[in-house]
Nanobody, 122 residues
Framework: QVRFVESGGGLVQPGGSLRLSCAAS????????MSWYRQAPGKEREFVGA????????NYADSVKGRFTISRGNAENTVYLQMNILQPEDTAVYFC???????????????WGQGTQVTVSS
């Protein structure tokens, strides 16, 4: 059974940082591109960024480029999202999933985790 467990969210002031983690299980993690997504209240889920299976190439949405960094630990079946210079518009629930490509446009699995809430506010 595919499972994603996101963690690391919280309340942070504008300009602050957070590091999110997503522990994956139920599939061969090291074979897949992994992506982060987010969903703000009243909005559709959107692509944040993705990383290749080997962890050597990343792709980011324009809105987070230069501020967010994705990494992965294949031995731990975990993907990370380092978020710096956070802004109120980054407030959302953050999710991870495997993806078919670095564009993150199509997720591999239908199941999603609970996500982790990130709130950026003074």
């Amino acid at each position: 059974q595919v499972r994603f467990v996101e963690s690391g969210g919280g309340l942070v002031q504008p300009g602050g940082s957070l590091r999110l983690s997503c522990a994956a299980s139920g599939f061969t993690f090291l074979n897949y591109v992994m992506s982060w997504y987010r969903q703000a209240p009243g909005k559709e889920r959107e692509f944040v960024g993705a990383i290749t299976a080997a962890g050597d190439i990343t792709n980011y949405a324009d809105s987070v480029k230069g501020r967010f960094t994705i990494s992965r630990g294949n031995a731990e079946n975990t993907v990370y999202l380092q978020m710096n210079i956070l802004q109120p518009e980054d407030t959302a629930v953050y999710f991870c999933n495997a993806a078919w490509s670095l564009s993150g446009s199509t997720q591999v699995f239908d199941s999603w985790g609970q996500g982790t809430q990130v709130t950026v506010s003074s």
